[in-house]
């Protein structure tokens, strides 16, 4: 299943508060930075007689304990902020205090016990449910570490993503149901997507554990009706089947998972920082649509349908789309309601629709509904169709579609903003947003440099 597929109704559920997230955790880190564990001190490069080998091995056996209990302090602070964080915006249902005693206990036994053993110890000891203790792990998944590039370097890794995933290992193994959906979101995602994320949490699992969660994720799906991821467990376990080739087998849990959903978004439905899953809707409906048989394609258009008229689901807004002729008003609308939710594909045929509509020639105009549509759109919109065009070019760009960033640079040129093109040409350079992530336009960055260097292709 394609990236595409992952844009999901999930994921733009979660993203103001995944924003809101990462510019406070930028603020925590500041925070740290000001007020953190004092400096790593630098030997002095002045001393005249070089120190004994036994002084020198006592003394970067002192240095490495200095780091390693900087880095400790560091981790603890950054802890102890994040969680503070995450609490206060209902993604954390504990103190942060108690919160980083669960994690240091939770440290202290991992040797003595298997980490299920030592979760389900945790949560009667400190009275608390075991997806409590999920979300604490997905948590510490998220903690941000040192921007300062210089100070990081100087310290040995963090070791948050390590402890998190043990912390949903243990979980896991208790029979948690976040913690086997998010889990298995990870281990799907990371074969299927370019999701950074998804790659990093899917590293952090053994393979044998990896077999005894999809058993784990099969008994969870006996008991859908009466969990709240029933749905998406339901989902889960029809991807992997559609995975294996076992399509029809994944239709039925596709099926029983949209019984099973809430089409409208409920809060407090999804974790707000699980991973997110496609909804079952779409899932159903990009398996019809890949079927050879035109008369199974055609009844993806009704799964699509219910997830964009009555969930209001921009995926589902965008494939449906795509079963109306670009003349049609109809296909306005869908493109319309997926590119404002965010989908940025539609707002890219947005864009290119409004410059077309611009040549005036355009067969668009010949259908009378569409012509009255856009005389009444354009009525009250300075700049007429153009403008629109380069309005929805503008939040392409803006969400990091690196080809809409080229024709912006194309359109400052033309009109003589030369320094707004270049700067427009240095966004074309700035690196995906994680390590991880791969350059999806790496052509594009190649011209933009040359560009930048005065080489004209």
């Not at 007689?49 to 602070?77: C, F, N």
């Not at 997926?338 to 355009?362: C, P, R, T, W």
Request: glycine fraction near 6%; charge should be positive.
């Amino acid at each position: 299943m394609s990236h595409s597929r992952l844009v999901t109704l999930s994921a733009r559920r979660s993203l103001i508060w995944e924003s809101s997230v990462a510019c406070q955790s930028h603020c925590v880190i500041q925070s740290i930075h000001r007020n953190g564990a004092p400096e790593l001190s630098r030997q002095p490069s002045w001393r005249a007689k070089a120190p004994s080998i036994g002084l020198s091995r006592r003394s970067y056996a002192t240095q490495r304990l200095d780091v390693k209990r900087l880095r400790a302090q560091v981790d603890m602070r950054a802890r102890v902020g994040f969680y503070t964080l995450s609490n206060s915006q209902g993604a954390l249902k504990m103190d942060a205090n108690k919160a980083n005693s669960i994690v240091s206990d939770f440290l202290h036994q991992k040797s003595n016990m298997d980490h299920g053993s030592n979760i389900q110890r945790l949560a009667k000891k400190y009275h608390v449910d075991l997806d409590d203790l999920t979300s604490l792990a997905i948590a510490t998944f998220k903690i941000p570490d040192l921007s300062d590039p210089e100070k990081k370097a100087m310290l040995p890794p963090s070791q948050h993503k390590a402890i998190s995933g043990l912390l949903l290992q243990g979980c896991a193994q208790a029979g948690d149901p976040l913690a086997i959906v998010h889990i298995l979101t990870a281990v799907y995602s990371s074969s299927s997507s370019p999701d950074p994320a998804a790659w990093e949490i899917a590293l952090l699992f053994p393979q044998t554990e990896i077999v005894k969660y999809r058993k784990t994720l099969e008994n969870l799906g006996s008991e859908a009706k009466s969990i709240a991821l029933g749905p998406d467990v339901l989902t889960l376990q029809g991807l992997f089947l559609e995975r294996d080739g076992q399509i029809q087998k994944a239709r039925d849990f596709y099926e029983e998972a949209i019984l099973r959903s809430h089409l409208k978004f409920e809060p407090g439905s999804r974790h707000p920082m699980q991973l997110p899953l496609i909804d079952p809707w779409n899932a159903l409906g990009f398996l019809l649509k890949t079927d050879k048989d035109p008369s199974i394609q055609a009844q993806a258009k009704r799964y699509f349908e219910k997830g964009a008229l009555e969930g209001d689901d921009p995926l589902s807004y965008y494939e449906l789309a795509a079963f109306e002729p670009k003349t049609s008003t109809k296909w306005l609308q869908y493109t319309s309601k997926a590119a404002a939710s965010g989908h940025i594909q539609a707002m890219v045929d947005l864009a290119d629709f409004y410059q077309e509509v611009n040549s005036k020639q355009s067969p668009i105009l010949a259908d009378n509904n569409m012509r009255k549509a856009l005389n009444w759109l354009l009525g009250w919109k300075r700049g007429g169709a153009a403008m629109l065009a380069r309005e929805w070019l503008q939040a392409s760009a803006n969400s990091g579609h690196k080809p809409s960033m080229l024709k912006l640079v194309e359109y400052y040129e033309a009109g003589g903003e030369h320094e707004r093109a270049k700067e427009q040409l240095r966004q074309v350079l700035e690196p995906p947003s994680s390590t991880n992530q791969v350059e999806e336009w790496p052509q594009l960055v190649q011209l933009a440099k040359k560009r930048l260097a005065g080489v004209r292709p």
